[in-house]
């Protein structure tokens, strides 16, 4: 009886450490991409730019020309309430760095598409850095619904 229960935990043990499976890049595009209709590029960017530093985020790099935004933060919460706050399902840890690009591209007068990436950063002592993609649904669910929800804000003021 003992050898059964043996296995049996041994091989729960070995599925519980698989890796989650990878997404393929069509799942990753479905996951990070977004259309907004019924508004103006124009209105999309700035929403972004304003959600972004809403939440705390460092605006490094902006072109609007080329629909990029490039945004970075250093989080502190031990608590993950930060993270909960955005939707997030991962407990991240104190003093990671996250950055966030977003890619936007004008379809047409009224349409935009984007791309959200984000990345959590490692910082090392010898000044290197380097990047972990995050694929999580719900934080980017959450990043996109308070996005919508400025563009919506920005349109009700005569901001198209």
């Given at each position: 009886?003992?050898?059964?229960?043996g296995l049996?935990?041994?091989?729960?043990?070995?599925?519980?450490?698989?890796?989650?499976?990878?997404?393929?890049?069509?799942?990753?595009?479905?996951?990070?991409?977004r259309t907004f209709?019924?508004?103006?590029?124009?209105?999309?960017?700035?929403?972004?730019?304003?959600?972004?530093?809403?939440?705390?985020?460092?605006?490094?790099?902006?072109?609007?020309?080329?629909?990029?935004?490039?945004?970075?933060?250093?989080?502190?919460?031990?608590?993950?309430?930060?993270?909960?706050?955005?939707?997030?399902?991962?407990?991240?840890?104190?003093?990671?760095?996250?950055?966030?690009?977003?890619?936007?591209?004008?379809?047409?007068?009224?349409?935009?598409?984007?791309?959200?990436?984000?990345?959590?950063?490692?910082?090392?002592?010898?000044?290197?850095?380097?990047?972990?993609?995050?694929?999580?649904?719900?934080?980017?669910?959450?990043?996109?619904?308070?996005?919508?929800?400025?563009?919506?804000?920005?349109?009700?003021?005569?901001?198209?």
């Amino acid at each position: 009886m003992k050898k059964v229960a043996g296995l049996f935990l041994m091989g729960l043990f070995m599925v519980s450490c698989a890796t989650a499976p990878q997404l393929s890049s069509a799942q990753r595009r479905a996951l990070q991409m977004r259309t907004f209709e019924n508004s103006s590029y124009d209105n999309v960017f700035r929403a972004f730019k304003t959600v972004l530093q809403d939440e705390g985020y460092i605006i490094k790099n902006q072109d609007m020309n080329g629909g990029l935004i490039v945004a970075t933060i250093q989080k502190t919460d031990q608590s993950g309430a930060f993270w909960a706050a955005l939707g997030g399902s991962k407990n991240y840890r104190t003093g990671e760095g996250f950055e966030l690009s977003v890619n936007l591209e004008k379809v047409n007068p009224t349409t935009t598409e984007s791309r959200l990436t984000i990345q959590k950063l490692e910082q090392y002592s010898m000044g290197g850095q380097q990047g972990q993609e995050i694929l999580d649904e719900q934080m980017y669910k959450a990043f996109y619904d308070k996005v919508r929800v400025e563009v919506e804000r920005r349109k009700a003021h005569g901001k198209k």
